[in-house]
């Protein structure tokens, strides 16, 4: 695209602008000195102004910065400057544009208006250096459980003293009205190896100054990505205190077996024109259309410029940060086809540098067109092109349960025809097989995984309405034992498929948001978890508990590669289009079992199911699941009831 410069500079287009290869942007503290750097190519002046608070009228003194041919500008402050603020400001083509934080900023004062000086070391709590990353052999041995910080505790049965804040998810011992476990010590008890944030970096919706009030959001509109969010911790006016928390929330989760998944949001910001980004480099972070306006693929308003050479360098300094800095284990990207290949690969290339079982995954689709080619794209379609790098399978989730576009749409579980090779699809991880008649996939007409881990299995997240709210608006006749089976069918299908599974925080105690599907901003009597509703589902709790067990302690339900996959799970034909049956047989992935058989009833009438020759011990029956063995069973046809899952294993 085409740029309008002053006379200083000779950019005919951004593809022009200098590209600065060091890791000092931002700034570098000690107690002698403090060192600023900022990319700012087509300026013709900028400041740095140093503040004595985040948000007050308390200017220290403003400085000129010095001009570099790299495209940075840079000062130096003398003495230590610890927790001063501070803010950046551009003269280009002949005017000041606005004051703004840093966009490599490591602290800043509320609500994110003034970047801070940091001395991270300080930050640390005791014990720091001694975190580890809890074990992790495969990407397949993941199962992912999806939490809003907020959504957690806020409850006013949730038992939890830090209500909506990072403290709370370090409490032990907490307990509902019942003295059953909440927070920490349920998701612990769950059996989940994963906690996937959403959005913990500094976003803006929420007014740090005014949290005496009720607010809600998701965090989906960001503001400094390299900083924890304001208002979940204890004082966001220190810069240090959210920081500081967010370290020991990390590490108590560590502590507890449980690793960290933040959820990034690199493909927009929560402002355009305005934005850090903007005001300091004009448009260069972001994509134009042909007429030169902003393009929105992420339906926010902008989408960032992935492909140009400083912002997927932003981008990648970013997760490395968040590795390294807080010990984040994985990033789950938002929009993620908003971003080209290339970047997610060397994202992915950069964090494994770091550690190799960080795990990275996404959304492989847009809000909308894009003027990067789609071949460019990191789409669910081009998964195979990212190494690593795994995408959602809306495949199997709307098979599953119905479109979550049409509201009374049903899936498998609620007895659609039609379903049955979306559901098999899934069942292998979106991978090659030879059993799975693609061209009868709803979203796919091939495999778009090259190996299981790279699909993340699902029925339902933070997005649309939960899973009991949408069994319930599509099945409006169905009894809630009816629903109840619908939903564990669905979750049985999920936690024992190929792949990777994700698990949305609440859904094992049949979580609602009392039919509302897009509460991004709705208050928290509809977000929150109510602790109550364990109690009152307790079974639907052990059931999901028991399946996790089962899955951690039969590795034939995570083989870790395709061919895996295809050498030792046969489906077998039912005759049946509301039903599906398969074998996993060969002790596949060193499992103790040396043959399991599926049995998946998604029909509303019982069935009689005709056994494979030998002695079968039922292991799961969609109300119980028993590794021990629920019941002998040798006769050579078992009646197998309507939405109900049956597994067995051979004698």
Known sequence: MAISCDNSSNYSSFDDYPVYNGSDLGHVYSEENTVFKLWSPAASEVKIHLYKSGDQDDIIDSHSMQKSSDGTWSYKLDGDAKDTYYTFQINQDGRWLEEKPDPYAKAVGVNGLRSMIVDLESTDPIGWDDDVRPTQDAFTDIIIYELHIRDLSINANSGITNKGKYQGLTEKGTKNDSGLATGLDHIKDLGVTHIHLLPTFDHRSIDETRLDEPQ?????????????????????????????????????????????????????????????????????????????????????????????????????????????????????????????????????????????????????????????????????????????????????????????????????????????????????????????????????????????????????????????????????????????????????????????????????????????????????????????????????????????QLRKNHPAFRMTSTQDIQDNLEFIETNNEMVIAYRIRNNANGDDWEDILVVLNGGDQDINFNLPEGQWNLVVDGVSVNEGGLRRVSANSVPIPGTTPYIFHKD
């Open 216 to 548: 809600y959001n998701w965090g989906y509109d960001p503001l400094n990505y390299n900083v924890p969010e304001g208002s979940f911790s204890s004082n966001p006016y220190d810069g240090n205190t959210r920081i500081r928390e967010f370290k020991e929330m990390v590490q108590t989760l560590h502590a507890n077996g449980l690793r960290v998944i933040l959820d990034v949001v690199y493909n927009h910001t929560g402002q355009t024109e305005d934005s850090n980004f903007n005001q300091l480099v004009p448009d260069y972070y972001y994509r134009q259309t042909a007429t030169g306006e902003f393009s929105d693929a992420s339906a926010c308003g902008n989408e960032t410029a992935s492909e140009r050479a400083m912002m997927r360098k932003f981008i990648i300094e970013s997760v490395k940060y968040w590795s390294e800095e807080y010990h984040i284990d994985g990033f789950r990207f938002d929009l993620m086809g908003i971003h080209d290949i290339e970047t997610m690969n060397a994202v992915r290339e950069a964090v494994h540098d770091i550690d190799p079982t960080i795990f990275v995954y996404g959304e492989g689709w847009t809000a909308g067109d894009s003027p990067l080619p789609v071949e460019q794209r990191a789409l669910k379609a081009n998964t195979m092109q990212t190494e690593k790098v795994a995408a959602f399978s809306d495949d199997l989730r709307d098979g599953l349960k119905g479109s979550v576009f049409e509201h009374e749409d049903r899936g498998f579980v609620s007895n659609k025809p039609g379903t049955k090779e979306s559901i098999k699809f899934g069942i292998v991880a979106s991978t090659q097989h030879p059993q799975v008649d693609y061209s009868k996939v709803n979203y796919s007409n091939s495999p778009w995984a090259a190996e299981p881990y790279q699909t993340i299995n699902y029925v339902s997240c933070h997005d649309n309405h939960t899973l009991f709210d949408k069994l319930t608006i599509s099945n409006p006749e169905a009894s809630e034992s009816e629903l109840i089976k619908m939903h564990k069918l669905a979750e049985t299908i999920v936690l024992t498929s190929q792949g990777v599974p994700f698990v949305h925080a609440g859904m094992e105690m049949l979580r609602t948001k009392e039919g509302v599907e897009n509460s991004y901003n709705s208050p928290d009597d509809i977000n929150q978890i109510d602790w109550s509703r364990k109690t009152k589902y307790q079974e639907v709790f052990n059931y999901y508990k028991q399946l996790i």
